[in-house]
């Protein structure tokens, strides 16, 4: 399955304030005082609705919603390891795969599965590389032309 990995960013006059939210990950919202500082804060509150979707051993919701040509919304992309660890996870739970027994498969501890998950801790592509082996799957890199 491929995708473009940015989630939309939809932006709001809240108040005397901004609300910023991605339609595509319920429970990715925040807010701030400008819309400079709401964008600076969106990127947490992804990775932070991301923790919380492993958190509850639900799959990550992938990026469906597109930017229209005359779109005012936002793109927050999303870094490469991240999406390697978004769909890693995704395949965990599809396959019903715990992290205790990703783990054992890996012969590792049950913490090094939780390191390699957390979209805040940096991973190696070789040790992506080794978890994605373990759910006999491997990884497709590719390369595009920046927006």
């Known amino acids: 399955m491929k995708h473009d990995f940015y989630y939309v960013v939809k932006i709001k006059k809240d108040g005397d304030g901004f609300m910023a939210y991605i ?4 429970g990715a919202n925040t807010g701030a005082d400008t819309r400079a500082e709401v964008i600076e804060l969106v990127c947490d509150a992804v990775i932070t609705a991301i923790s919380g979707y492993m958190h509850l051993k639900k799959p990550i919701p992938l990026p469906e919603t597109k930017l229209g040509p005359k779109s005012r919304d936002g793109a927050l992309h999303v870094p490469a390891i991240v999406q390697a660890k978004i769909l890693l996870w ?3 739970v599809a396959k019903g795969v715990s992290k205790v027994e990703m783990a054992e498969r890996m012969g590792k501890g049950e913490s090094f599965i939780r390191r390699i998950l957390d979209p805040r801790e940096n991973s190696t592509w070789k040790t992506m590389e080794d978890a994605y082996e373990a759910l006999d799957r491997r990884m497709v890199v590719s390369m595009k032309k920046a927006a």
């Not at 339609?23 to 319920?26: C, E, K, M, N, T």
């Open 23 to 26: 339609p595509d990950v319920p």
């Open 90 to 92: 995704n395949e965990m």
